[in-house]
């Protein structure tokens, strides 16, 4: 509710600082694709960082408010409420060091749909639990495949908790 998500909305989750290198600016070019056939659909954005202005002027120049919304920097106690509000876990960064969000998000039973890069080797499963894109194009026709697809959509659910399981704490 305080983000304007409807329960009928998809969300997609992007989680993390919001650093000029993590090309956040590519997922809100992306929403830019998606909405034109997708309506129940929004990213939300969460976290702090020096991309945060220049994110909110991109997203206000390409008129996309209504389906992107920024939380802002959220306590550590209070980030799995966002994996849970998530449908899908976006991310267009090739920097990542220890990729940890992203086995958060598989953690939560989010798909991923994350910008091809060899830190994602054995985390996103291509076709198992999401798939990697390497063009806005792509990235499109991921989100659409999971969201439009129910059965592939669950698969990769459950596919990203057993994938997750493999860096629990018992192992």
């Given at each position: ?141 991921g989100v659409q ?14 596919h990203s908790r ?10």
């Amino acid at each position: 509710e305080k983000y304007g998500i409807q329960k009928e909305d998809k969300v997609l989750l992007s989680l993390g600082r919001l650093g000029f290198e993590k090309r956040i600016d590519e997922l809100i070019y992306g929403m830019k694709e998606i909405v034109k056939t997708e309506e129940d659909i929004k990213l939300l954005i969460v976290g702090g960082g020096p991309a945060r202005e220049s994110l909110e002027a991109l997203t206000k120049e390409l008129e996309l408010e209504e389906f992107i919304k920024f939380a802002g920097m959220v306590e550590p106690k209070e980030v799995k409420k966002y994996y849970q509000v998530g449908d899908v876990f976006v991310c267009a960064s090739t920097s990542e060091t220890q990729g940890l969000t992203y086995i958060e998000a598989a953690a939560s039973g989010l798909p991923l749909i994350c910008r091809k890069d060899p830190c994602l080797y054995g985390v996103l499963e291509e076709g198992g639990n999401g798939y990697s894109y390497e063009s806005i194009q792509q990235f499109v026709s991921g989100v659409q495949r999971l969201l439009e697809e129910k059965e592939i959509f669950e698969n990769a659910r459950q596919h990203s908790r057993k994938i997750a399981e493999e860096y629990g704490t018992k192992r």
